[in-house]
């Protein structure tokens, strides 16, 4: 969900050719899959658009690739931090650690609320991009 709301908000922004976005996963167990169809229709409900997208795994070249890795919860920086146990050029971040708040996403795999994960993500991603415009 977090890939296709921050590219339209960079899209919004007019700041497309700025900004590779993409989401990747941090374990096995979705590798080859689609969005989940509950978070697809909820992106649709809030009128994000999407693209085809399939889950892949984060890999060590990554880290040269890009210049912020946004975990969305302390599981997921956990298990970035076995693929990348240094961060010297300090690129690694939870997405809300942009906001007042701090925190972890909301998991809607466990929860089964996906409003508030994108409530949360809304949040992260309009903290997130209003930094780097500073």
């Given at each position: 969900?977090?890939?296709?709301?921050?590219?339209k908000y960079v899209d919004d922004a007019g700041?497309?050719?700025q900004f590779v976005?993409?989401?990747k996963a941090t374990?096995?167990?979705?590798?080859?899959?689609?969005?989940y169809p509950p978070a697809v229709?909820?992106?649709?409900r809030e009128g994000i658009p999407m693209?085809?997208?399939y889950a892949s795994q984060i890999v060590k070249s990554d880290y040269e690739c890009y210049d912020y890795i946004i975990a969305m919860?302390?599981?997921?920086?956990?298990?970035?931090?076995?693929?990348?146990?240094?961060?010297?050029?300090?690129?690694?971040?939870?997405?809300?650690?942009?906001?007042?708040?701090?925190?972890d996403i909301a998991d809607p795999w466990y929860t089964g609320n996906f409003d508030v994960t994108f409530d949360d993500i809304t949040e992260g991603c309009t903290a997130l991009l209003k930094s780097l415009q500073n």
């Open positions: 969900m977090a890939q296709f709301v921050m590219q700041l497309s050719g976005i993409d989401s374990s096995t167990e979705e590798l080859g899959n689609s969005p229709a909820k992106l649709r693209k085809a997208h919860d302390t599981n997921n920086l956990r298990n970035m931090r076995r693929v990348w146990p240094q961060d010297p050029e300090h690129k690694i971040y939870k997405l809300l650690d942009f906001t007042s708040r701090g925190g």
